[in-house]
């Protein structure tokens, strides 16, 4: 079963609240460079315990190679060793993710990759497994499973998984199935020293209670400080604040849902201080019906 070690930066190990970030962007569609390094200010000051770029929060599927390449030139330069930096690796082909392992190496200063499965197509498990051996030999870095078969319709398999766990660098999986019955699956079959982290923010508390050892969290993109003080108080052993909290994030999770992915993460970041800008068209609106609810709820859980 996975344990719940205090974050620490070296040596790597994944664990705590890590913002699966949104990548700033112009209405066309251009990098907002100064306000990637004010969103990173704003999470790291919030208290979590790593950041992600690149992942499908930060819309990894429509960046350009260049825009890919700056992210990491950015995210390493400005957060100077402060936190461990993990970036996703999640393109449609085997051929295409390695290409993204190699740049993202060729700029350096990241601690680990994220690899979700592919999507638009529908490989089975041993295609699967052999997708993410091909991108791990890759690198000496690091590798974490993406497990999140509701946007890609494709499942890891826990004997998929337990096969990949034999792999040096594959260290863990993040599970965004938000299927408990999964999530502790994970937890219990896989080796002690493989992280299980959750990827659905209104499981972070039971998921942590059943020994996940962490959460990559987009809300933490909204309210950092409220989402990493879900993972200290348990770990503190204060339970109850650490439930109390889940609970006050959950309505924020719930309206994400409500607008096209990521839009109501960028409405959020700005109604709480850091203008993110737009998302990829077509993705755009809030729903009239939707902002004034929004907004009550950032207020609640960006107040301390």
Do not use: W
Not at 35 to 47: K, N, S
Not at 122 to 140: C, G, I, W
Not at 243 to 259: E, G, M
Not at 266 to 283: F, N, S, T
């Amino acid at each position: 079963m996975s344990t719940l070690p205090e974050p620490t930066a070296e040596p790597f190990r994944a664990t705590g609240v890590i913002p699966a970030m949104v990548t700033p962007l112009t209405e066309d569609g251009e990098l907002m460079e100064q306000a990637l390094r004010d969103l990173l200010d704003y999470v790291i000051g919030g208290g979590v315990h790593a950041v992600f770029v690149l992942g499908s929060s930060g819309e990894i599927f429509g960046l350009s190679d260049e825009q890919k390449r700056r992210v990491i030139e950015i995210t390493v330069e400005h957060t100077a060793g402060r936190v461990p930096i993990y970036a996703g690796a999640s393109e449609i082909t085997t051929r295409d993710c390695i290409k993204t392992v190699h740049m993202v190496q060729e700029v350096g200063g990241v601690a680990a990759f994220s690899v979700l499965t592919p999507y638009f197509l529908t490989p089975n498990q041993r295609e699967l497994v052999t997708h993410f051996k091909d991108v791990a030999a890759e690198s000496d870095l690091p590798v974490l499973l993406y497990n999140n078969p509701g946007k890609t319709m494709v499942p890891i398999s826990l004997a998929a998984t337990l096969e990949l766990a034999q792999v040096p660098n594959i260290v863990g999986i993040k599970d965004s199935s938000g299927n408990l019955s999964i999530t502790a699956d994970f937890i219990r079959e896989t080796p002690d020293e493989f992280t299980v982290l959750v990827g659905k923010d209104t499981l972070i508390y039971p998921a942590l209670a059943m020994g996940a050892d962490g959460a990559i969290a987009g809300t933490a993109n909204v309210a950092p400080a409220l989402v990493s003080q879900i993972y200290n108080a348990f770990v503190a052993g204060d339970h109850e604040r650490s439930l109390a909290l889940q609970n006050r994030l959950t309505p924020f999770r719930h309206l994400v849902d409500r607008a096209t992915f990521p839009v109501v993460l960028k409405e959020g970041a700005r109604l709480a201080g850091v203008d993110v800008g737009y998302c990829l068209a077509p993705a755009r609106e809030v729903p009239d019906a939707l902002r004034s609810e929004l907004t009550s709820v950032i207020a609640d859980i960006t107040n301390p």
